[in-house]
């Protein structure tokens, strides 16, 4: 793997050239365009739940438009992380957490959820299982950096994320593209709408996406190790959404919506052996099994795979009240998982695993938001209910047949009031400060203790628990200019707590909530050509949720509190209408602080001493003060540039972003580390006059960087995923 030097002279190298040769095109174009206007379009965000100008929001906010997304080739919400400095998306197995500034989780059990909030159109979706999903025709994509405790509520503490796609319209318009790329993978997209009456619009996206992966299996055969398999990592991933929109008169409108997500993916499950100066972390490594290390190789007997399907059902009703616009958003969602792992990732067949989760989800949100030339407000009211029940756990020793050893589930239910309100107190001076109330419940809980004589689970209920919070808000906002804002703020969130019903006891099962404080302050500048965003901020972060693991068990206590501070930024120029130029960097401190049952795993390699338990590894505790806060990295930064000129009477648009990440650890008692890296992509396309059809080509990891997305250590070594390697492929669009 290279260094951390090697990795960052890449990247300067590389970023420079991308952005040199994109400069040095042609510059007589670039020359007869300095005289026109080259405007930034104004961007606008719903941060504080209505819409407003991301200049007059007291937030650290990342705005990506829709062609933003195209162009670094967004087709899962994980790769924003290519385009948000301050942001990572990790997988815990087939889970998807995403980290905001260090704030994140690898807990995972019934009724757990991220520390990252992520709304679809203003729908809450909790389920990690699907946090990573596929893009419908995004619009934009906003990332709240900071706790939004008050205005999103629980578990929130890291951020928010933000998408919004398109309503269907009256007007008949239609989208069409096909794209192949490496490993076989095809992909394609289609996007419909158009008014039915004069009151009534339809939409439909569709969307399907394959690949035969870049991982190859190798088994051991009759002159060593030989490929079996080359779609150990293959996917298979469906998407549709339904739209109708009814403007029942001028202030009132329903739109109801239905999504059905069907996804078969190896690509987070399929694990190989995590090597580190040519040891290898392995139990079948102390017996001579074969392991496979690459990042595009695995050794498995067992095909590890995740099935997911979802029906979401959404209805938003909208009207314009004398006082306020009123806004209500209904949600059913109902999502299941199958699971299948090789907790020993080797050709023997030691340990496998397979488990099942269903969850069905409802919320309900009324939301008030007025503004008048004094005051801005914002009120509301939330419910939440999710049923989340692990079940059909099986196990696998030696080859044997799977049988029952676990199962549990949580019925978490939550209500809260909230209000948050903005007074002008001059033409330059603004007050803001919010309150929100949440209960939280969770009852109807179970846990598996073992299995009976008969081969019986004995399952055992759960008393029930809760807990209420009040998370406030306090701004005061500054505006030196018309085109500036400075902030200074005071921010509280919550992660709620849980029934860690992953276990097999009742002992330390009540898990407290997690709680931050946030202090920030913040600039914006926003001209015509220039918007520049910074921040430096402090958290005090207390009563961490730790999750470690014992095989398939999870252990999740209050075992850590933590401070993170650090420095944010991002700058966009149009330097004319053809050339446009963005940069973004966050530079963080996340250290652990209190936290002295770290865990940490010992590997007996004694033969005698150990016995039966030769090679496997045990976990111990040790002290992680002063660590590094896992997924952290100290510094992440992103360049973007754009380059427009006419060609073949039409234009071409090239474009390139890189990503850069520093060192970080995927484990608290920092063994498990991944060096720095960068991903860089570039993308050419070619656009008509009539801008109807557009042709591209366009290349990811450009580099070929090798780089992990998740290391999982637990009693049989630690399981190493892998991120893609470099790609290269073309896309077909038409539109009308």
Not at 308 to 324: G, I
Not at 369 to 393: I, P, R, Y
Not at 695 to 719: C, H, K, M, S, W
Request: glycine share 8%; aromatic share 12%; proline share 3%.
């Amino acid at each position: 793997m290279p260094t951390q030097h090697a990795v960052k002279t890449t990247l300067g190298s590389a970023s420079a050239y991308l952005a040199l040769g994109l400069i040095s095109l042609p510059l007589a174009n670039t020359a007869s365009a300095q005289n026109e206007k080259a405007y930034l379009e104004e961007v606008v965000v719903t941060a504080q739940r209505r819409e407003e100008k991301s200049l007059d929001v007291p937030i650290s906010i990342t705005s990506i438009g829709s062609e933003s997304l195209a162009k670094g080739d967004v087709q899962q919400l994980s790769d924003i992380m290519k385009l948000t400095p301050g942001l990572r998306f990790d997988n815990q197995g087939a889970l998807a957490q995403p980290t905001i500034r260090g704030v994140g989780t690898a807990v995972a059990v019934s009724g757990g959820g991220s520390n990252v909030g992520i709304y679809t159109d203003g729908f809450y979706s909790p389920n990690p299982f699907f946090a990573d999903s596929d893009f419908l025709k995004p619009e934009s994509v906003q990332v709240l950096k900071g706790p939004q405790g008050t205005l999103f509520g629980r578990n929130s503490t890291g951020g928010a994320i933000l998408v919004t796609t398109p309503t269907p319209s009256q007007d008949l318009t239609g989208e069409l593209s096909f794209a192949y790329s490496s490993f076989n993978t095809q992909q394609a997209k289609a996007y419909f709408s158009g008014g039915v009456t004069d009151t009534l619009a339809l939409d439909v996206a569709l969307q399907q996406r394959s690949s035969d992966g870049y991982l190859d299996n190798y088994l051991l055969g009759a002159n060593g190790l030989a490929k079996a398999a080359d779609d150990a990592g293959s996917y298979d991933r469906q998407a549709l959404r339904l739209g109708a929109q009814w403007q029942l008169n001028d202030t009132t409108s329903i739109l109801f919506r239905y999504s059905q997500a069907d996804i078969e993916d190896r690509t987070s499950v399929a694990a190989n052996s995590y090597e580190e100066s040519g040891r290898l972390f392995a139990a079948a490594a102390a017996y001579g099994v074969p392991l496979a290390t690459e990042p595009t190789r695995v050794s498995l007997d067992f095909q590890p795979e995740f099935y997911a399907k979802s029906d979401v059902f959404q209805l938003t009703v909208k009207t314009e009240l004398p006082f306020a616009s009123f806004t209500s958003y209904t949600q059913l969602r109902k999502e299941r998982t199958d699971n299948f792992m090789d907790f020993d990732f080797s050709a023997s067949p030691i340990f496998h695993y397979r488990y099942d989760v269903d969850d069905e989800v409802f919320t309900q949100e009324f939301l008030l938001s007025s503004t008048t030339e004094t005051v801005s407000w914002t009120a509301g009211l939330f419910f939440f209910e999710n049923e989340s029940t692990f079940k059909n756990n099986q196990a696998s020793f030696g080859g044997a047949a799977f049988f029952r050893n676990g199962g549990s589930s949580t019925l978490t239910q939550s209500v809260a009031a909230f209000a948050d309100v903005t007074f002008t107190l001059s033409d330059d001076l603004f007050l803001t400060g919010g309150l929100r109330y949440g209960y939280d419940e969770i009852s109807d809980a179970y846990l598996t203790l073992g299995v009976d004589a008969s081969g019986n689970l004995i399952r055992q209920s759960v008393d029930d628990v809760d807990d209420s919070n009040l998370s406030p808000r306090l701004v005061l906002r500054y505006t030196p200019s018309e085109n500036s804002s400075v902030f200074l703020s005071y921010t509280q969130g919550y992660k709620a707590g849980l029934l860690n019903v992953g276990g097999n006891t009742l002992e330390g099962i009540n898990v407290e909530p997690e709680k931050i404080a946030a202090y920030e302050l913040g600039y914006k500048w926003q001209t015509g050509q220039v918007t520049v965003d910074a921040s430096t901020f402090y958290y005090d972060y207390q009563d961490l949720q730790v999750a470690t693991f014992d095989g398939p068990t999870s252990i999740i206590e209050n075992a850590a509190n933590s401070t993170v501070y650090g420095l944010d930024g991002q700058v966009r120029i149009a330097f004319s209408q053809q050339l446009s130029v963005s940069v973004g960097g966050t530079f963080i401190a996340a250290e652990y602080e209190d936290f002295d049952r770290s865990q940490a795993w010992v590997q007996c390699l004694d033969f005698v001493a150990c016995g039966a338990a030769f090679g496997m590894f045990s976990p111990q505790y040790v002290s992680a003060d002063g660590n590094e806060m896992q997924r952290s990295p100290e510094f992440t930064a992103n360049l973007g540039v754009n380059y427009i000129l006419p060609l073949a009477e039409g234009e071409i648009d090239l474009s390139a972003t890189a990503y850069y990440t520093s060192d970080f650890y995927f484990d608290s008692s920092e063994s498990y580390q991944q060096d720095a890296y960068e991903l860089i992509s570039a993308r050419a396309e070619w656009r008509n006059a009539q801008d109807n059809l557009s042709i591209a080509l366009f290349a990811d990891n450009l580099t070929d960087a090798e780089y992990r997305t998740q290391v999982l250590p637990q009693q049989l070594g630690a399981l190493s995923m892998w991120g893609a390697p470099r790609s290269v492929g073309a896309e077909l669009s038409v539109r009308f």
